[in-house]
């Protein structure tokens, strides 16, 4: 989107580092455009994602590249903006520098922190080869890659224990991420898969749920939670409520009731087991929290005042899921409105510093409403206390969610492919890749 009226950069002008390019840096460095100031955005990728439909690329139904987009194409019209594909290894906040691994230290007059959190297994960090989670492209191209291996080889088994295990799906954790994901691998076993194999019945998989706490979608009302419930029984998901995770292998796992350690666990074969019970803040929390007066809650995530900014550092701001806030008593959840309201706030209280004009009003939250899809028009929203499901708010969560993609490309390319998807009920992206990172060549063609 072009940005117009904007000066040229000079050398002596404020220089604010943005570190990660997510939802809080990219809408701060947006916000920092007609500010005269230097910005520099550090990312170890080099694109912008829209993780709230990670599930879907995980699930076959678009590409990576639909919920994706270039950090440089996206801030290119920004004449005082620059992007460098750089990871951060750590910080000297009393010299006002950041440390990148492989490069020079950078200066900073302003410094934004805004690096997500990744996946927490509660001590249990042996279980992430068996159990994958959801918060990054590749993850989601590699959970791909393990749901479809998994039909190809039941597809070659003789053995009917085997292949009813290579069909059976677990998904711990029943907050939006595994709720949508659970749904999302039902709708593939039952409609887009059927028929495709010729010795495999898709639509007899078991797709299991396992939630420790009492009730899906727990952040929801309990009104909304039983609708989930319904909504994903009918679909064909097996849901485990009160149920905790005592053991994760290769293709096993051993499940028991929350708080009964004296019960037996029932023991699991499953071909997939995937991972969407807890969050861990990114470790440059406890950096941060090492050089300031901010504390670090159970997470990781690091302590912030009113102003986003880091206790004793006033030029220094953490955001989104990194930073713990509260507000009327609680800590705000780590949610894309979150990030994106503290970048823009973010944004507005550098440019007002540095005019010189009075220091913005505390940031506060404005919330606009949770949602969670389930499956094709089934879906649950709360908006301001108003509660909706089924079709309607199905309907709903298209539109706000085809609104947050970054490119306008986007929107329209997954709109289409959305549609496509709805009206023959197939799932185009279904495509095995090479594990991220593999080595390995194969020939394209025949000859």
């Known amino acids: 989107m072009p940005i117009f009226s904007q000066p040229e950069p000079r050398d002596d002008w404020p220089h604010v580092v943005l570190v990660g390019g997510g939802f809080a840096g990219l809408l701060c460095a947006r916000g920092l455009a007609r500010t005269r100031v230097r910005v520099t ?8 994602l829209f993780q709230p439909l990670l599930y879907q690329v995980a699930t076959g139904g678009l590409s990576p590249a639909n919920i994706a ?41 302003y410094l934004m922190v805004a690096t997500g959190a990744g996946q927490s297994y509660f001590g249990r960090d042996d279980w992430a080869r068996f159990a994958p ?101 009918k679909l064909g998901v097996e849901v485990r409520t009160g149920t905790m995770v005592k053991e994760i292998g290769d293709g096993v796992l051993e499940l028991a009731p929350t708080g009964n350690g004296d019960t037996d666990p029932e023991r699991l074969r499953a071909g997939t087991v995937l991972w969407a019970a807890g969050v861990e803040a990114s470790p440059l929390g406890g950096i941060l929290a090492e050089q300031s007066d901010a504390g670090l809650t159970r997470p990781g995530k690091i302590e912030v005042g009113a102003d986003c900014s880091l206790a004793g550092r006033p030029e220094v701001f953490v955001c989104g899921d990194l930073a713990s806030f509260h507000q009327d008593g609680e800590e705000l959840p780590g949610l894309a409105p979150v990030a994106m309201q503290q970048g823009r706030y973010v944004a507005r209280l550098i440019g007002r510093r540095i005019l010189g004009k009075a220091t913005e009003k ?85 000859g």
């Open 41 to 48: 955005m550090l990312d170890r990728r080099n694109h912008h």
């Open 133 to 233: 989670g959801l918060k990054t492209l590749d993850d989601a191209t590699r959970i791909r890659r393990k749901v479809l291996l998994s039909y190809e080889r039941a597809e070659q088994s003789d053995d009917p224990a085997e292949i009813e295990a290579l069909t059976t799906f677990v998904v711990v954790g029943a907050g939006p991420t595994g709720v949508e994901l659970a749904g999302a691998l039902a709708e593939m076993a039952a409609g887009t898969l059927k028929g495709e194999f010729r010795s495999v019945a898709t639509e007899r998989s078991r797709v299991l749920l396992v939630e420790g706490r009492d009730r899906v979608l727990p952040p929801f009302s309990e009104d909304l939670s039983r609708t989930a419930l319904r909504d994903l029984e």
């Open 362 to 446: 505390p940031f506060r939250y404005v919330d606009k409403g949770s949602m969670a899809v389930i499956g094709r028009r089934l879906a649950v929203c709360d908006i301001r206390g108003l509660e909706f499901r089924g079709a309607i708010a199905w309907i709903l969560w298209l539109f706000v969610h085809l609104m947050y993609l970054a490119e306008f490309q986007n929107r329209v390319l997954v709109l289409i492919q959305w549609g496509w998807n709805y009206v023959t009920r197939g799932r185009s992206a279904r495509l095995i890749t090479d594990e991220p990172g593999s080595q390995r060549s194969e020939p394209t063609g025949g």
């Open 69 to 109: 987009a270039p950090l440089r194409a996206l801030l290119a019209s920004q004449k005082n903006t620059r992007v460098l594909l750089r990871e951060v290894t750590g910080f000297d906040l009393e010299n006002r520098r950041v440390h990148c691994d492989g490069h020079e230290d950078l200066e900073y007059d």
